[in-house]
């Protein structure tokens, strides 16, 4: 069965432009979450979506946005890039069953981005 | 607010030497899932293993075992006789509300593990 994927692999913008990171979950995962890798940090979270609906956000700007369509794949926007938004963004997607625990969250390769 | 440390940033070995990854929580949740992640030099982080709060029994997979201890809020990793191919960056991470029954994941700031031939 195919992982997570994401696209594209590397993204090269420069300040002040905007950005559309694409990601497929694993089939038959209904939930879809962002997380932001600086370089020598661990994940931080930025979204998680369900059935189309933002379920969770962390501490970013207004100008990251995201969305979730029908066949659970997902879009992370970033408007007006600033330098520190260079990162690798990675995609995790989890199967979201019923009961209040969470579910292991897949990733997958992640898109480097590099803001100039 | 929760927090993962991982006090080892690097760590170096070599080949056949066993290596334990430490990782110290912190969370006033009385339930919680605890993580380790593993992320090699291509970038995509591999789910190594995944432990509720309820279940204090240290776990075995082949050369990886896992020792979690309640009582010092530690989840720590060892792997046995490493390996080149055992070369990443590690994860430790702790499970945290999103909002309602969502979860997002809280992680440290890894551990660079080098094995040497």
């Known amino acids: 069965d195919a992982g997570v994927t994401q696209s594209p692999t590397h993204l090269i913008k420069t300040r002040g432009q905007h950005v559309t990171l694409r990601c497929s979950p694993i089939?038959?995962?209904?939930?879809v979450s962002w997380y932001q890798q600086v370089l020598g940090q661990g994940p931080q979270f930025i979204f998680q979506?369900?059935?189309?609906?933002?379920?969770g956000r962390g501490n970013f700007p207004d100008r990251f946005s995201a969305r979730q369509f029908p066949n659970y794949s997902s879009e992370l926007n970033v408007n007006a890039l600033l330098l520190g938004d260079s990162a690798l963004y990675l995609c995790?997607?989890?199967?979201?069953?019923?009961?209040?625990?969470?579910?292991?969250?897949?990733f997958g390769p992640g898109t480097r981005l590099t803001v100039l | 607010a929760q927090k993962v440390t991982q006090a080892q940033t690097e760590i170096s070995v070599v080949e056949k030497e066993d290596v334990t990854l430490d990782c110290v929580y912190e969370?006033?949740?009385?339930?919680?899932?605890l993580f380790w992640y593993k992320q090699p030099p291509s970038g995509e982080l591999v789910f190594l293993i995944r432990r509720n709060s309820f279940d204090e029994q240290n776990e075995i997979s082949g050369r990886y075992s896992w020792n979690f201890q309640k009582s010092t809020s530690s989840f720590n990793f060892t792997i046995t006789a490493s390996q080149v191919v055992d070369s990443a960056v590690y994860f430790c991470?702790?499970?945290?509300?999103?909002?309602?029954?969502?979860?997002?994941?809280?992680f440290g700031k890894g551990t660079l593990l080098t094995v040497n031939p």
């Open positions: 995790a997607s989890s199967q979201r069953r019923a009961g209040d625990y969470p579910d292991t969250q897949y």
């Open positions: 089939s038959g995962h209904k939930s």
């Open positions: 969370t006033r949740d009385t339930t919680y899932y």
């Open positions: 991470a702790l499970s945290e509300r999103s909002g309602g029954s969502n979860y997002k994941l809280t």
């Open positions: 979506y369900y059935e189309k609906e933002e379920r």
